[in-house]
């Protein structure tokens, strides 16, 4: 029988493309449960629609009884929990769902594994995982000249965003600790990749800078993230799902820290070589410095040589590679663009750069 696992949110940014990777390489049946919130697509997930290795679920992971059924119906040996809020500013703007998926959901997800896993074979209980994706942002804000974060660094979540997914991995810690059950947490730092949402800083810079829009810089642009490919990411979980020590945690990361006003900058000379302006001028002449996030975090950097040293993980890509098959992508596919950027899209944009000072309707 081949090996059956059950991916959270799976039609979202990161765990479609997740999907789609485990599928091409061949590793067998993937349980897609998803809630489609305004993130979730399933467009993303159209070149496996009829894959009968993809099965795709529409539901809530804080849903324990629709869990459990998928769980004794499909007895899968492993699940990966991508499904999330995922946006600081609208964390920002609204937290009460990302307490509610992120804090709750997880709780609700971890108790069903829970029930089912006590029931297994010894066997199959030493052999199960559940791999927990977090986030860098659980750590809180570096200095400058601080070392980057390694997974000793003490928890100092900034963000309603951050503060939920710390408490997650927190949960996911004590039912490990308490329970015993075999759980893996990556903590990763900002990806990058086809299929990113355009509220993000990438995607929404590239499609502004397409259909004539200001490109909004927060504050002085002079904040920093690590980036990080998202086949990468990808890479890695399935390294820490396949060879991972129970119980631990693993930081995930690209050694490409950079200045959002220096992404923003390379973003507009791919562009300009790419796709010219027709009035021959820079995109970069697009840039608009706007009001700052709220407790804007500094800086983030991921120290991830255990990955590396225990496991053999390193990225694939380079920022100069990625970025440039990020750009292609999002040329090669405005139709998705254009779909996903309908709707309550337009109402997210325009409120929350209104509010900074800026036009985006
Ligand atoms: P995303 O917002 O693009 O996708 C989230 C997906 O989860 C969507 O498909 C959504 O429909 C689904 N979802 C939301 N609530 C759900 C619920 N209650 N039940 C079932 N499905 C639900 O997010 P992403 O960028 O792909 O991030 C995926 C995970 O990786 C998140 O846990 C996030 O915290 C983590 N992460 C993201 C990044 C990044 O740079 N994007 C970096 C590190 C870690
Ligand atoms: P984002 O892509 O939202 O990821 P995160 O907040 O999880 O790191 O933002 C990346 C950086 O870009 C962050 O420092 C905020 C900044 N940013 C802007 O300057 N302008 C924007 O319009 C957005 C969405 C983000």
């Known amino acids: 029988m081949t090996k059956t696992i059950l991916v959270t949110g799976g039609a979202g940014f990161i765990g479609a493309n ?13 349980v897609n449960l998803d809630k489609l919130t305004y993130a979730g697509n399933l467009e993303n ?4 629609q009829h894959n009968p290795q993809h099965v795709f679920v529409h539901g809530d992971i804080g849903d324990q009884a629709l869990v459990s059924k998928l769980l004794q119906d499909y007895q899968p040996s492993a699940i990966v929990n991508f499904a999330a809020e995922s946006h600081v500013d609208r964390s920002i703007h609204g937290p009460e769902d990302f307490i509610q998926t992120n804090v709750v959901g997880t709780f609700h997800l971890l108790e069903a594994v829970r029930a089912y896993w006590t029931q297994l074979s010894t066997v199959d209980r030493q052999a199960w995982r559940f791999l927990h994706v977090s986030t860098d942002e659980v750590y809180g804000s570096l200095m400058p000249d601080a070392a980057a974060f390694t997974e000793q660094h ?3 979540p900034n963000s309603p965003y951050s503060a939920s997914k710390a408490a997650s991995d927190h949960l996911v810690r004590a039912y ?14 900002n990806n990058y990749g086809p299929h990113h949402f355009p509220e993000k800083l990438i995607p929404l810079v590239i499609h502004n800078a397409l259909t004539g829009k200001p490109l909004p810089i927060y504050g002085s642009g002079q904040q920093i993230r690590d980036w990080l490919y998202v086949t990468d990411h990808c890479a890695a979980i399935r390294r820490v799902l396949e060879a991972g020590k129970v119980g631990e945690v693993y930081n995930v990361g690209g ?32 840039i608009s410095f706007v009001e700052d996030r709220l407790g804007h975090d500094q800086r983030y950097a991921i120290d991830a040589s255990k990955l ?16 440039e098959k990020t750009v292609d992508w999002y040329l090669a596919n405005q139709d998705w663009v254009n ?12 409120k929350h750069y209104a509010e900074r000072g800026e036009e985006l309707a």
């Open 176 to 189: 490990h600790h308490t329970y015993g059950l075999p759980t893996l947490t990556t903590n990763c730092s």
């Open 255 to 286: 050694w490409n820290e950079m200045a959002n006003i220096e992404v923003v900058k390379t973003l507009c000379r791919i562009l300009d070589s790419k796709k010219p302006r027709s009035d021959g001028k820079s995109y970069a002449e697009q």
């Open 154 to 156: 003490a928890y100092a």
């Open 18 to 30: 997740f999907v789609l990777e485990w599928l091409r390489l061949g590793l067998g049946r993937v």
């Open 45 to 48: 997930l159209t070149a496996v």
């Open 308 to 323: 590396h040293q225990e496991l053999g993980w390193k990225p694939a890509e380079s920022f100069d590679t990625g970025i």
């Open 339 to 350: 779909n996903v950027t309908s709707g309550d899209y337009r109402h997210w944009v325009a």
